[in-house]
């Protein structure tokens, strides 16, 4: 089956630098690959999302990448503010069309 | 449009009690999901119900029951509990068709 390794587990930045996130995954035949941020105490939240038929997909100061051929995708987030922290998941679409999870990210953005 | 709701927020069972979180969502999705999620993990998918009437297992199924009462509603049941299903337990709904999943606020678990 699919399998999701995301890292790194946590991640330290200065606000206003950049932040990435890295997720692999197992199994070529995947095409969709949602992030989601959860704040402390709430619910998981969609960010955004990529399909296989493109390489890189922008929204605001939010960013993936998708590399299809070395199985992995990676979250940008460029000038972080401090409403930025949070844990952050990546997941993939498996071929009975369920998301498998990453471990998480715990993003600190240091004031 | 309330979206995904969940009963109840929190919850303290003893071990060997039984009990139902119950999940309602306003969206007309097809799709619903029950996850739990343990500190320093992610996500693990308990059932999900692909349409009204259908029910799968998913990762982490032992020890769990459902039921999709209809297409608004889908419960989550617990028949003897023990302290391994301490947990926060999520419920998602979807589209039919669409992989974006929409998530209820969480329900905290404490079996002692």
């Known amino acids: 089956g699919e399998n999701v390794e995301q890292h790194p587990s946590t991640l330290s930045v200065q606000e206003g630098d950049s932040a990435v996130i890295k997720c692999t995954y197992s199994?070529?035949?995947?095409?969709?690959f949602p992030w989601y941020k959860q704040e402390l105490g709430k619910r998981p939240q969609l960010i955004i999302d990529i399909r296989s038929n493109v390489g890189e997909k922008k929204d605001q100061r939010i960013a993936v990448t998708l590399n299809k051929t070395a199985k992995h995708f990676s979250l940008h987030i460029t000038e972080t503010q401090p409403e930025d922290s949070a844990v952050y998941f990546c997941a993939v679409q498996d071929s009975n069309y369920q998301l498998i999870w990453g471990a998480g990210t715990k993003l600190i953005i240091k004031p | 449009n309330a979206g995904v709701t969940q009963t109840p927020k929190f919850q303290v069972l003893k071990t060997g009690q039984s009990m139902t979180l119950q999940c309602a969502q306003d969206m007309n999705h097809n799709s619903m999901y029950w996850y739990r999620q343990d500190p320093g993990m992610g996500l693990r998918l308990i059932y999900y119900s692909a349409s009204e009437g259908t029910t799968d297992k998913g990762e982490v199924p032992n020890g769990y029951n459902v039921s999709r009462l209809n297409k608004r509603e889908f419960s989550l049941r617990l028949e003897s509990a023990a302290p391994s299903q301490t947990s926060v337990y999520f419920c998602?709904?979807?589209?039919?068709?669409?992989?974006?999943?929409?998530f209820g606020p969480g329900t905290r678990l404490l079996v002692l």
């Open positions: 199994d070529s035949a995947s095409n969709y």
């Open positions: 998602a709904s979807s589209p039919q068709g669409q992989e974006t999943q929409y």
